[in-house]
C-alpha cells in the first residue's frame, strides 16, 4: 500500500476543502453571521418560504431554525411575510439581507472561477462529476 503523500490528490483535495472552508466563512464573519447563516440567505434569495419548508430544505428543524432566524431577524436580513399563493406565514429576505446574500454569492462564484478558471466546460462538467462520485461513495 502506498504511504500518503502531501502529493497525492486526496490530501490535496483535503487541503483545498479547509483553505475553501477558511475562506467561504471570512465575509460570514465580517458581517457578524455564523456558519450556516448563508445557507439560510441563498435559500430565501431565491423566493419567500415557509419556516417548515426551509427546515426542511436545510434539514433542520423549526425548533433547531427558530433561535438562527430570530437573530437574523432582529438583524434586519429577514422578514415574516405571506409567501406563495396561499399567502401562508413565511420568510423573505429584507433589502439588507438580499446585499449581503450578493456579497456572499459573489465571494463564492470567485473561488468556484478559481477552482475552475482553467478548466474548460467538458472539464468542469466531468471534475464536478467525478467530486459528486467521489462524496457519494464516502457517504456509503
Known amino acids: 500500500m502506498a504511504r500518503p503523500s502531501s502529493r497525492s490528490a486526496l490530501y490535496r483535495l483535503i487541503e483545498a476543502g479547509q483553505l475553501a472552508h477558511k ?7 465580517e ?14 434569495g431565491r423566493a419567500g418560504i415557509t419556516e417548515a419548508d426551509l427546515a426542511h430544505e436545510l ?10 432566524l430570530e437573530r437574523l431577524a432582529s438583524r434586519d436580513f429577514i422578514t415574516r411575510q405571506a409567501v406563495g399563493p396561499e399567502l401562508e406565514p413565511g420568510l ?32 468542469r462538467k466531468k471534475f464536478s462529476d467525478a467530486l459528486g462520485r467521489f462524496v457519494d461513495l464516502l457517504r456509503l
Open 59 to 68: 434539514g433542520l428543524t423549526t425548533d433547531m431554525l427558530a433561535t438562527r
Open 23 to 29: 475562506a467561504l466563512l471570512l465575509p460570514l464573519v
Open 92 to 123: 423573505a429576505l429584507t433589502e439588507r439581507g438580499l446585499r449581503i446574500r450578493n456579497v456572499l454569492a459573489d465571494h463564492w462564484a470567485q473561488l468556484e472561477e478559481a477552482l475552475m478558471g482553467e478548466l474548460k466546460t467538458k472539464q
Open 31 to 44: 458581517k457578524g453571521l455564523e456558519p450556516g447563516d448563508d445557507a439560510i440567505l441563498f435559500v430565501l
